[in-house]
């Protein structure tokens, strides 16, 4: 189901994004050089930290465990992919040869091992062949699989927390992860991974998505049993509130799912989520932290924006006619809002994305964040029609 034509753009729309890719190409080509020995997940002053040797709050989680450590490699992946410079390849590898260490420490691995590897290791394996890739690509595989709960048909979150007892919590964001798993059956010809990424995918759709299309973002099930025992508001504005990265997540987490498994109710889910992204996209085009925030403040999060994005594309590949061109426009009206005012193209910093949130309640808001810089190189590489297919 890969590989199938991106949707239709006109004369203006394509100039549109042939010009926003050149400006993308020229910042990366500054940009990898100056950091090609870090693993960023932000930047200070205009320049990428390093979460290669960070560890700000000394959790085995932090640090080169971070989950975001493999967006960068991701981004250069992309890059060798559409320019063909070695260049990006080099580079990173880089990344990809520090994440071992996660492997050696273990205890900060938890479930975004596949936001992890799958833009490293499997992109490495996909664009070289690279057997060493493989090797680590399947190994995070099976430390994801192992997290799988039998009972509540979930792959359980994060490790201890001091938040509680979280041996039943699962979130949103594992829609992202378990493409690994659909990777590792198509990959070794093993069913488990795939069967463990479909229930769960199935837990998801009953115990995340509500009826309007908006979703949960931490559901906590019994661990011995099985069976919802309540929802966490997580990083949104509080329980039942409507975190837009969380929407995202699952607008594109589960057309991945349909693309890995042909499975309709997928599509339908990824549909059902986002007509209700869609009817909630402000004016402006700017995304909130979440739907259902107060009026003022007004916190933003672009990332979310990027995200839907590659999502929205998908889903107008697969649903054709007029159905995908309402699709397609929503995409398109995200990312042109962020390439008009919300994005620093000067190549003198590092970042991409200016308005980044990770969470509603945390003490930061409004910075650049490098999953956002990633999954807005990914939106538009699909628009193209040249993605790479890195989840």
């Known amino acids: 189901m890969k590989g199938r034509n991106p949707p239709l753009l006109n004369d203006t729309q394509r100039q549109w994004l042939n010009g926003v890719i050149a400006k993308v190409t020229a910042k990366m080509d500054a940009v990898s050089e100056r950091s090609r020995n870090k693993i960023p997940y932000t930047t200070v002053n205009g320049v990428h930290d390093d979460r290669s040797i960070d560890n700000p709050t000394g959790d085995d989680s932090d640090g080169i465990n971070w989950w975001t450590n493999g967006f960068w490699a991701g981004m250069l992946w992309l890059m060798y992919h559409e ?19 996660c492997f050696e420490e273990f205890y900060g691995l938890h479930h975004d091992v596949g936001f992890m590897w799958l833009p490293t290791s499997v992109a490495n394996y996909k664009a070289t062949g690279n057997p ?35 041996r039943g919590w699962a979130i949103i964001d594992c829609m992202l992860n378990i493409p690994l798993l659909y990777w590792a059956t198509e990959e070794t010809g093993d069913p488990r ?4 990424a479909m229930k769960h995918a199935d837990t998801t759709m009953s115990a995340f998505v509500r009826p309007d299309g908006s979703v949960n973002h931490i559901v906590e099930f019994d661990p011995f049993h099985g069976g ?21 997540w699952a607008l594109y987490g589960f057309m991945l799912s349909y693309i890995h498994t042909g499975k309709d109710e997928y599509l339908q889910t990824a549909k059902r989520v986002a007509h209700y992204f869609m009817a909630n996209i402000p004016e ?32 107008a590949k697969a649903a054709g006619g007029h ?11 995200l990312l042109k809002t962020l390439d008009e ?51």
């Open 323 to 333: 159905e995908s061109r309402s699709y397609a426009a929503a995409a398109l009206k």
């Open 193 to 196: 991974f795939k069967q463990i």
């Open 83 to 101: 320019t063909g410079n070695e260049k990006y390849k080099g580079i990173a590898q880089i990344s990809e040869a520090k994440l071992d260490r």
């Open 284 to 315: 402006d085009g700017i995304i909130p932290v979440d739907f259902r925030q107060p009026a003022e403040p007004r916190l933003a999060d672009d990332t979310a924006a990027a995200i839907a994005a590659c999502g929205l594309i998908e889903i």
């Open 132 to 166: 060493e890739s493989r090797r680590r690509a399947l190994h995070a595989a099976n430390l994801l699989a192992g997290r799988f709960n039998l009972a509540g048909g979930f792959i359980r979150a994060w490790n201890d927390l001091k938040e509680g007892d979280t």
């Open 341 to 391: 005012s919300r994005i620093d193209w000067s190549p003198d910093t590092d970042h991409i994305l200016l308005y980044g949130t990770g969470a509603y309640h945390g003490k930061t808001h409004h910075q650049p964040i490098i999953y956002g810089d990633y999954y807005f190189m990914e939106a538009l590489f699909k628009l193209k029609g040249n993605d790479l297919y890195l989840f």
């Open 228 to 248: 919802v025992v309540r929802t966490h508001g997580g990083q949104g504005y509080g329980e039942g509130s409507s975190w837009t990265r969380g929407q995202t």
